[in-house]
């Protein structure tokens, strides 16, 4: 048990559609990362949020976007979803100033683009 | 595009046999992370070597860092079936602790 929970944990959606996902952090923690993990890969690193500032992005194109608030959750919104979405999102937060580098992951959202 | 790459891709060992698994990188780092994700679900942080380290333990956990090499390598001991999971190593490309490029994975069956 991680303290990190995300909505949805499933969901399915077809080709030019929106999807909002949300991740709450644990407590305290104001660093907040999203990751796409295609079946079968490792998790990529989309972008993170710091105090509500983007603060460091991934190689994906701008329909991929987020935003962080006042109490530290998170939305991801993904535009025009394409076939190759489809994959699990997984939320990460920590506490900012910590040097441990440990990450704690959600249990994810997983994406089924049709 | 993935940073590290594991060896072996996929690994089925018996209970209480050791297991290995290796993680190569490409660039230079600050530090490496394990990670283990029991099937489609979240991952959960196993240990962190920083690159001035060379080796590091953790209950049966043991790490191993070679810079020179690029290369980092996990050791569990004395595996249980509980042990089944996928394994990532993952490194800070970025210069942040808290951006990780992550392997492909090595895929751990431990049969009882």
């Known amino acids: 048990e991680t303290g990190v929970t995300q909505s949805p944990t499933h969901l399915i959606k077809t080709r030019g559609q929106q999807v909002t996902l949300r991740c709450s952090s644990q407590?305290?923690?104001?660093?907040v990362s999203w990751y796409q993990q295609a079946l079968g890969q490792g998790p990529q690193f989309i972008f993170q949020?710091?105090?509500?500032?983007?603060?460091g992005r991934g190689n994906f194109p701008p329909r991929f976007s987020g935003l962080q608030f006042p109490n530290y959750s998170s939305e991801l919104n993904v535009n025009a979803l394409e076939l190759d979405d489809s994959a699990l999102y997984l939320c990460?937060?920590?506490?900012?100033?910590?040097?441990?580098?440990?990450?704690?992951f959600g249990e994810g959202s997983r994406l089924t683009v049709l | 595009s993935q940073q590290g790459e594991e060896d072996p891709q996929a690994l089925s060992i018996q209970e209480g046999e050791n297991a290995t698994m290796n993680c190569s990188y490409k660039?230079?780092?600050?530090?490496l992370q394990w990670y283990r994700q029991n099937s489609g679900r979240g991952l959960v942080h196993l240990i962190l070597?920083?690159?001035?380290?060379r080796e590091k333990h953790s209950g049966r956990l043991r790490v191993t860092l070679d810079t020179s090499k690029k290369s980092s390598s996990l050791l569990i001991t004395a595996s249980r079936a509980a042990d089944t999971a996928s394994y990532f190593c993952?490194?800070?490309?970025?210069?942040?602790?808290?951006?990780?490029?992550f392997g492909s994975g090595t895929q751990l069956t431990v049969l009882p």
């Open positions: 990460a937060s920590d506490a900012g100033g910590s040097n441990t580098g440990e990450l704690f």
């Open positions: 407590s305290g923690h104001n660093t």
């Open positions: 949020y710091y105090r509500e500032e983007e603060n």
């Open positions: 660039t230079s780092i600050n530090n």
């Open positions: 070597i920083r690159s001035n380290e």
């Open positions: 993952a490194t800070d490309l970025f210069g942040s602790a808290r951006q990780l490029t």
